[in-house]
């Protein structure tokens, strides 16, 4: 499983940003996407996973700002995160477990300028 992110970039305050991962590779054995974020001097932390069926969930801090979702027949999945707060600011990695496997992507930087 190979996983591709895009959609970093620096945004202002309140700003908007959508991330995305394309996955290729043995996608039929992916159940799970998510993504995690790591800031500077900061441990890496759950931001957000979906199920291929759809459920959610979100890290208290980015509930009600960010939304997750994917589309299977394109075996993507998607971030998008809105009302960005300079503290969102970190590298974002979009992450596929399979098994007792974790596939990462090669993260995608987001900076939020107050």
């Known amino acids: 499983v190979q996983l591709q992110a895009s959609g970093g970039g620096l945004v202002q305050a309140g700003g908007s940003l959508r991330l995305s991962c394309a996955a290729s590779?043995?996608?039929?054995?992916?159940?799970?996407m998510g993504w995690y974020r790591q800031a500077p001097g900061k441990q890496r932390e759950l931001v957000a996973g979906i199920s291929r069926g759809g459920i959610t969930n979100y890290a208290l801090s980015v509930k009600g700002r960010f939304t997750i979702s994917r589309d299977n027949a394109k075996n993507t999945v998607y971030l998008q995160m809105n009302s960005l707060k300079p503290e969102d600011t970190a590298v974002y990695y979009c992450?596929?477990?399979?098994?007792?496997?974790?596939?990462w992507g090669q993260g995608t930087l987001v900076t939020v300028s107050s």
């Open positions: 590779g043995s996608t039929f054995s992916i159940n799970r």
């Open positions: 992450n596929a477990p399979v098994g007792l496997l974790h596939y």
